[in-house]
């Protein structure tokens, strides 16, 4: 069976995403002569402009700011087989010995369980708290907006398009399930207010930080991935640690490992990673 006729493996709703994080084996890099290295890296450049034309598609690049990684690649797309192959390109792209993978992850992006519907909308926010009257104006013109807001944030949780802001941070994290802080044992409406408020805290940092929240159950070691852009490390530092006092967070997460990485034009990303 050729490649074209394997059925695609497309999600109900969303794109794949792949992290991925190698080293690079400078003691292999070495032994190319100056030939071998223009050609590798011609090699590496072109997959990442075939990636980046392919159709609902995108690949950010990244140097990785501490030894745990020196090169990250941060992967959408549709089909789990278009994925797959991708990254194993890229993982031979500069040569079979000279990027080995550290870590990746593997996730979708999902839509919310905790957005408010617009009934809950109506019901909580327009009639209990701006008792706003069904059918004047204001109740109208809110209606709308919220109408306009809410497919925005919808689209962008499952098809975001991601700026080339230069900071890139990347952590997995799941809620706990232990004892008297086990998250699946709380009743939704629980769960839906403690969340409302934790995403209160996100709503501040609009325009600083950029998340993209994939879903990671059953594919992938944590529940989700967390992907944080922003124009700088402070903004990054500040959101991770506010968060923190948030019940959400206090009690019921547990984070993994964190990536902290710097979007660089493919030129440049060559020569941070001294190739």
Not at 8 to 21: A, K, R, T, Y
Request: hydrophobic share 40%; charged share 25%; net charge negative.
């Amino acid at each position: 069976m050729s490649e074209q006729a394997i059925p695609p493996l497309v999600p109900l709703e969303g794109w794949h995403v792949m992290h991925l994080f190698y080293q690079v084996d400078h003691a292999q890099w070495s032994l190319f002569n100056d030939e071998e290295k223009r050609q590798a890296k011609t090699r590496l450049s072109e997959l990442v402009q075939e990636i980046r034309a392919t159709p609902d598609t995108q690949l950010l690049g990244f140097a990785i700011a501490t030894p745990k990684a020196d090169l990250g690649f941060m992967l959408l797309t549709a089909d789990l087989h278009v994925a797959n192959a991708f990254e194993k390109q890229l993982s031979l792209s500069l040569g079979p010995e000279i990027l080995s993978p550290v870590y990746s992850y593997l996730s979708q992006t999902e839509s919310s369980e905790y957005t408010p519907t617009r009934e809950q909308y109506i019901a909580e926010t327009l009639t209990a708290e701006k008792r706003l009257a069904a059918g004047s104006s204001e109740f109208a013109a809110a209606l709308k907006d919220f109408d306009v807001r809410m497919a925005h944030y919808l689209k962008f949780r499952l098809y975001p398009v991601l700026p080339d802001w230069p900071v890139v941070c990347f952590y997995p994290m799941s809620k706990r399930r232990s004892g008297n802080d086990n998250w699946y044992a709380l009743d939704f409406e629980t769960r839906r207010t403690l969340m409302a408020g934790h995403a209160k805290v996100g709503r501040t940092y609009s325009g600083r930080i950029l998340q993209v929240i994939s879903g990671s159950t059953g594919l992938d070691e944590y529940e989700w991935g967390v992907t944080l852009l922003a124009k700088n490390s402070s903004d990054v530092k500040a959101i991770v640690y506010e968060m923190r006092f948030d019940e959400v967070s206090a009690r019921y997460a547990d984070f993994g490992d964190f990536y902290i990485g710097m979007q660089l034009p493919l030129d440049l990303l060559f020569r941070r990673l001294c190739l």
